[in-house]
């Protein structure tokens, strides 16, 4: 099963919980054409897992780990997974990956069974492997509310037609880490969420970039400055409304019509091949 990426086209925070997550406001935006491969066997005892792409624990650390055992849990089946899973999908980039891979081992676990497992089951489960994961479990444009479990699919008229770049560094930035900042050098503005809402309703692409927001960039590029002049370099290659990627630390962009068609190349030698660019059909 191939499992895809997502990008946060807006993420608004809007409030924190006693329990020390925050409130959202967060549009996914999936992105078919980057993606890991999940597969689900049976096997003779215990959950086991192996993975290739990616220098990652494939023990009960592993998320499609924990995910396996919340669904035997939740079940009770008597079964021994083995998962296999091919990473393409940068880790720990602000691009879902992890939690793209669990919510596939969710599904096909539960395929594989006989589907013993309702969707608000699923659901129930996703939520508390973590916030992302249930989006993943039918990843279409969607708005979520809450710390992101309230899911509202939104009409979305080609959303494959955003030529969208991504940048991604190499480094990680824990989402915890940036949660636990996300005011450090941030001002408020107005929300602009309902003007994307429309741009994206009636395709109305060329506006798209301009309402793109994430309250957490602002900590993030404080951090790390190597993430502002790969910004300006992107900007430099005619890529509009350079943003940070939920919780990061990939950028991406939308390209223009001066955009040239080996941007990513550009990009990746510019910085010595330290970054790994991304773009559809590229």
């Not at 925070?13 to 925050?22: F, S, V």
């Not at 096997?43 to 924990?66: F, H, P, Q, R, Y």
């Not at 350079?242 to 919780?247: A, D, E, P, Q, R």
């Amino acid at each position: 099963m191939n499992t895809c990426a997502k990008i946060n086209l807006y993420l608004r925070i809007t409030g924190k919980r006693e329990d020390g997550y925050h409130e959202l406001e967060n549009l996914f935006m999936p992105l078919s054409w980057l993606y890991d491969t999940v597969e689900v066997s049976l096997a003779d005892s215990g959950i086991s897992m192996e993975i290739t792409g990616a220098d990652l624990e494939a023990d009960a650390s592993n998320l499609c780990w924990k995910a396996a055992q919340a669904f035997l849990d939740a079940t009770g089946l008597d079964i021994s997974p083995r998962i296999t899973l091919v990473k393409r999908i940068p880790i720990a980039a602000g691009l879902g990956g992890g939690s793209s891979d669990a919510a596939a081992t969710l599904l096909e676990l539960n395929r594989i069974c006989g589907k013993p497992l309702d969707y608000p089951a699923l659901h129930s489960i996703a939520t508390k492997l973590g916030a992302d994961v249930p989006f993943f479990l039918n990843p279409q444009p969607s708005l979520a509310t809450g710390i992101g479990e309230r899911l509202m699919p939104i009409q979305c008229d080609r959303p494959e037609a955003l030529d969208i770049i991504l940048a991604n560094p190499g480094f990680p930035v824990p989402a915890s880490w940036a949660y636990s900042h996300w005011r450090n050098g941030f001002s408020d503005s107005p929300s602009t969420l309902d003007a994307l809402l429309e741009a994206l309703r009636v395709g109305s692409l060329q506006d798209v970039p301009k309402f793109v927001r994430n309250d957490l960039e602002h900590c993030i590029f404080a951090k790390f400055p190597i993430l502002k002049m790969i910004r300006t370099k992107m900007e430099e290659l005619c890529i509009a409304n350079v943003h940070i990627s939920g919780s990061g630390p990939t950028l991406f962009g939308f390209a223009t019509k001066d955009t040239p068609a080996d941007a990513t190349n550009i990009l990746e030698q510019s910085f010595h091949n330290f970054l790994r660019c991304f773009r559809r059909g590229k």
